[in-house]
């Protein structure tokens, strides 16, 4: 299997969010960056990344639910079922995110940025 560096180009897909949230990431991301021994820095990513795959499971299932017209009930049901993944993706990832050091933090903020870059 061929590996590729970082800088080549690879297949991407990726999410359209709120500008409050886009401001929100980079609050998060710059706090982190201008004071990394604060101690709630923690607490702060794991919002971020809850609001992140909140916003990602709807940009890419509930959009194309509504936009198939599937019904109200079958709409529904999909909801319900997509937040409580949700629900439990953030409560997981809250878990870890919450126990990391700086640099681990510093890994994630990275991580963010790089999905977040218009390249």
Do not use: C, W
């Not at 970082?6 to 980079?26: C, G, M, V, W, Y």
């Not at 019904?71 to 079922?81: D, N, Q, T």
Request: charged share 20%; hydrophobic share 40%; proline share 2%.
């Amino acid at each position: 299997m061929a590996t590729t560096s970082k800088n080549t180009a690879q297949p991407s897909i990726r999410f359209f969010h709120s500008t409050e949230l886009k401001e929100k990431t980079d609050a998060v991301l710059s706090a982190l960056e201008s004071n990394p021994d604060y101690t709630k820095h923690g607490d702060a990513m794991a919002d971020l990344v809850s609001e992140l795959i909140d916003a990602g499971m709807d940009y890419y299932f509930v959009k194309a639910l509504k936009q198939a017209k599937i019904g109200f009930i079958s709409e529904k049901s999909a909801m319900l079922g997509i937040a409580s993944a949700v629900k439990l993706i953030s409560s997981v990832s809250r878990k870890f995110i919450v126990r990391m050091d700086t640099n681990q933090l510093t890994v994630v903020a990275s991580h963010i940025q790089s999905l977040a870059s218009t390249k």
